[in-house]
């Protein structure tokens, strides 16, 4: 996996040449209803799952795919991945080929992602149940590896309905250290609305899965839900919703499933539906409604997939999800169950985003992005307390020293009133302006001085401020807005004040004084010298290279890049957090903006 975009856990990756999130149609090679070659040329499907036992025991279509190989067969030149007949098994008992036969059947017959063959779940299995098929499914996945070839192997995370025994299955599973994780024995939770619990299974997974691997969500299903599991990473889906839904004359829609025969008016656009109307669809001859229908219904797969990937660009994944879980009370469960898992979540989310902070509702202010606001905001001990509209200051006659304002995310320093998120977000109440009676105030200048140390307090640690502002202060302004632009201490240009979230970006004599200040590993990404010196000419860091770094680093912070003597090598924009840099063997982790060379300790711009 090369990581390319992210919102928090949402991501974009590219992954054997697809991108995800990416949707896999099932196809079903005795009954195909939108030839792979379409679903490729006029849909955009790059990737689909077939079922490699079906094609075992169908002697003709056992025949071709070992000599033609799936890809041909199939007419798809995309990714191909197969399924094992688990399902089947579970479902039947008479699947009569062996775990070994099958992953060499799908490593012959040319299938990029072949799948061991696991032992399914119930929801109504015992515990002891669910560790005995576990712990069999590992015992399978090690003889699989054996025979994969260079087939990319998937070794499915079992574990029903209990979140601990999903976590021993994560856990056991990334030991064995397989190139592909499936989240698996979701589709009976899925068709009983239990989305709280799917939610709870992949984020088990998560939690301990390398992150660098893929995580597919098996029988994803519904359209509606693809927001919630791409919030938490998922990267793939399948889904044979898009023909079993037509066959019952259903039409997927983002906000849920209607019925043909209740339909008037078609409530969203789709291409397949264009040219009809409801009443058209219900007096075609069977076959040629249910290829409309599946058609219709993969499309509207297809494009939920692409709004979530807009989302994740525009990083606004949470918001986006916050207002698709109220499309269905089970949802907003799910989402609210998401939520208690925020701690988890915090590590993977940014201090600011290209968006505003939007309130869509009360589970807004519990999002992990909050509560990492709330962590930094503790270390500011403030006695004057103020109600302003903003801007802030702009607000007050005098300004009052050591006061904060009463906001929705708690009291903030009134020194940040331009840093993301309190100056950058929309709320459906109004403003009020109350302004207690004060004893001390600031002139303009000690303000400024107060605001600069607050924000690096606030952006990196409690003594930021003091570190990097210490000696004679020269404080730059925009002539057009008259905010801080630049800071410059001791003739030295230590920062720049962002215009769009009013958050530090560090200079070299900023990240020079930093690294004397805090001790390693603080704000520190090691690498090896091989990077080393790259990293010194201006280079990114990649992830490969990383030796270690400071827990503590989230998604966009500022970070210096030092080598293992902790000399400092350069400075730039983390892209994963700590965790992620260590996992991936891929893809930029560190996008430097200024290197120092190690001979002449000099500034090298990229």
């Known amino acids: 996996m090369e990581l390319k975009h992210r919102d928090g856990l949402a991501r974009i990756c590219k992954f054997r040449g697809v991108e995800t999130p990416n949707l896999m149609p099932v196809v079903n090679p005795n009954k195909i209803v ?4 379409d679903m490729y040329e006029r849909f955009g499907v790059n990737a689909l799952i077939t079922n490699s ?117 994560s856990k056991l599973m990334n030991r064995i250290d397989f190139d592909y994780y499936p989240i698996g024995g979701v589709v009976p939770l899925m068709e009983e609305y239990r989305y709280a619990e799917v939610v709870e299974a992949i984020i088990m997974a998560k939690k301990y899965l390398d992150p660098s691997k893929p995580v597919h969500l098996f029988g994803a299903g519904h359209p509606m839900f693809f927001p919630l599991a791409a919030l938490l990473g998922v990267d793939f889906f399948d889904s044979a919703a898009y023909i079993k839904y037509a066959r019952d004359n259903r039409l997927l829609f983002p906000q849920g499933t209607m019925y043909l025969k209740e339909i008037k008016y078609f409530p969203y656009y789709s291409p ?5 109307t409801p009443e058209d669809l219900r007096a075609m001859p069977e076959e040629k409604r249910t290829k409309i229908l599946a058609e219709h219904n993969l499309y509207m797969s297809m494009e939920e997939i692409n709004r979530i990937k807009e989302a994740i660009i ?33 590590k993977f989310e940014p201090k600011s985003r290209k968006n505003a902070f939007f309130y869509t509702g009360e589970e807004s202010m519990q999002r992990p992005f909050v509560l990492g606001i709330k962590r930094r905001l503790r270390q500011f001990d403030r006695h004057v307390i103020l109600e302003l509209p903003r801007p802030w200051s702009a607000n007050l006659e005098t300004i009052p020293k050591d006061a904060a304002v009463n906001t929705p995310f708690g009291l903030v320093p009134l020194e940040l009133e331009d840093s993301y998120p309190f100056a950058q977000s929309e709320f459906p109440w109004e403003e009020r302006k109350i302004v207690p009676e004060f004893k001390e105030i600031m002139s303009a200048k000690e303000f400024d001085i107060a605001k600069i140390k607050s924000i690096a307090d606030y952006q990196f640690a409690k003594g930021a401020g003091d570190a990097l ?90 970070v210096l890049v030092v080598d ?23 893809g930029m982790c560190v996008k430097v903006r200024e290197g120092v060379e190690h001979e002449k300790s000099r500034l090298v711009k990229k």
């Open 34 to 37: 939108i030839s792979p070659r």
């Open 53 to 169: 036992y079906i094609i075992w025991k169908t002697p003709r279509l056992r025949e071709r795919a070992l000599k033609e190989g799936l890809h041909n067969m199939l007419d798809f030149p995309g990714l191909i991945m197969t399924d094992s007949g688990t399902f089947q098994q579970h479902v039947y008992g008479d699947v009569e080929v062996t775990n070994k036969q099958i992953v060499e059947f799908q490593r012959d017959i040319g299938s990029d992602i072949g799948t061991m063959l696991d032992v399914f779940t119930e929801p109504h299995y015992t515990e002891e149940e669910v560790k005995n098929a576990i712990d069999e499914t590992a015992r399978r996945g090690k003889e699989a590896k054996k025979y994969k070839g260079n087939m990319l192997l998937a070794g499915p995370i079992q574990g029903s309905i209990y979140p601990k025994l999903r976590a021993y299955a």
């Open 272 to 276: 397949a539906l264009e040219n009809y």
């Open 314 to 346: 525009e990083e606004r994944i949470w918001e986006y999800a916050e207002i698709r879980a109220r499309q269905h009370p089970q949802l907003l469960r799910a989402y609210r169950k998401i939520l208690k898992h925020r701690r988890f979540l915090e």
């Open 469 to 558: 502002f210490e000696g004679e202060i020269k404080i730059i302004k925009s002539k057009n807005t008259g905010k801080i632009r630049n800071v410059v201490v001791d003739g030295e240009h230590i920062a720049s004040l962002r215009a769009e979230d009013g958050l530090f970006t560090l200079k070299l004599a900023g990240a020079k004084r930093l690294h004397r200040a805090f001790a390693f590993h603080k704000f520190r990404v090691i690498v090896n010298e091989d990077s080393a010196q790259f990293n010194r000419q201006g280079k990114n860091v990649f992830s490969k290279f990383v030796m270690g770094c400071d827990d503590s680093i989230r998604p966009g912070d500022e």
């Open 564 to 586: 293992r003597e902790d000399n400092l090598v350069a400075i730039g924009k983390a892209i994963m957090n700590c965790w992620e840099m260590k996992k991936f063997s891929k």
